[in-house]
């Protein structure tokens, strides 16, 4: 009988004994031909078209390491922005009960439903010359003639804040929802004021969902293009108009592959530089499954 039940149970293939790894077979393949591939072919060609001499070209023209200043400082003001903004709007979320919470969901979703350049060019009829802000200003007597609000660091940082603002709103958002919320009631019944308890108790908790926002919405910003190229200004080009310039009219590949690795170098120091604030494992919440 025993014969009988060990012979009809049948042995386990190979596909059945391989787990769930295997699924990350075709995202690792993906990324490997669609970054991994690319970046490699940019960082040769940085060193041999013509020569490592793009390296050198690149640290001896101001033009350079000033749109690699505007780059960091227009990224970093962004990035502000979005903490200002978008931290009370993820509060509301969390706070304002889950219909509130659908609601402003929807709203911060909306702009993905557009595309980039449309958003962009957008903001161009709003804050030009004839646009809405400037027709209210005027309207009210603020004042006598229209204000530059775009082609401009301002406009710059409006258009970007606008569109990086749901990478900080998401985070932050889903980190206020896995608080216990019978924290903050044992804080105010021991006797904690209501701003005292948010601060002391809420906000820490909050901290890795508002890092991670802050570094999803640095590296978008560093390899802006289309919406500096619209809102901009000639003054405060960022590093993505110049890699454009170097391969469209100029053709100088190499030194803009040279670019592009500096670009990527300089952003991973400065995501080392937080990490060391707020860890990583923190930030997507493997320290706390563990």
């Known amino acids: 009988m025993s014969a009988q039940v060990a012979a009809g149970r049948r042995t386990p293939s190979r596909w059945s004994r391989l787990g769930p790894e295997w699924l990350l077979l075709v995202p690792l393949v993906f990324l490997a031909v669609a970054y991994l591939v690319p970046l490699v072919q940019i960082g040769v060609m940085s060193l041999t078209d013509p020569s490592p001499a793009n390296y050198a070209k690149l640290t001896e023209t101001p033009l350079y390491l000033r749109s690699l200043w505007t780059t960091l400082r227009i990224s970093f003001v962004v990035m502000a922005v979005c903490v200002v903004l978008g931290y009370p709007y993820a509060y509301v979320m969390h706070m304002g009960g889950r219909r509130w919470a659908g609601v402003l969901l929807v709203l911060v979703l909306l702009p993905f439903m557009s595309s980039l350049l449309v958003r962009s060019f957008a903001w161009t009829a709003i804050l030009g010359n004839q646009g809405v802000v400037n027709q209210v200003l005027m ?30 709103v998401l985070p932050a958002y889903a980190t206020m929802r896995r608080i216990d919320e019978s924290l903050m009631p044992a804080a105010l019944g021991l006797g904690a004021s209501r701003p005292k308890a948010f601060w002391r108790v809420f906000f820490p908790l909050s901290v890795p969902g508002v890092a991670a926002g802050c570094f999803l919405v640095f590296v978008l910003s560093t390899g802006f293009y289309i919406t500096p190229e619209l809102l901009g200004g000639p003054k405060n080009q960022m590093l993505g108009q110049l890699v454009v310039l170097q391969v469209n009219p100029l053709l100088q590949f190499g030194v803009a592959s040279a670019v592009a690795i500096v670009l990527l170098v300089v952003t991973l120091v400065v995501l080392g530089l937080g990490g060391r604030l707020v860890p990583v494992g923190r930030i997507v919440g493997y320290e706390e499954d563990r």
Do not use: A, Q, W
């Open 139 to 168: 309207g009210f007597g603020i004042v006598d003639e229209p204000v530059r609000l775009v082609k401009n660091t301002l406009g710059t940082v409006i258009g970007m804040s606008h569109i990086l603002l749901p990478y900080m």
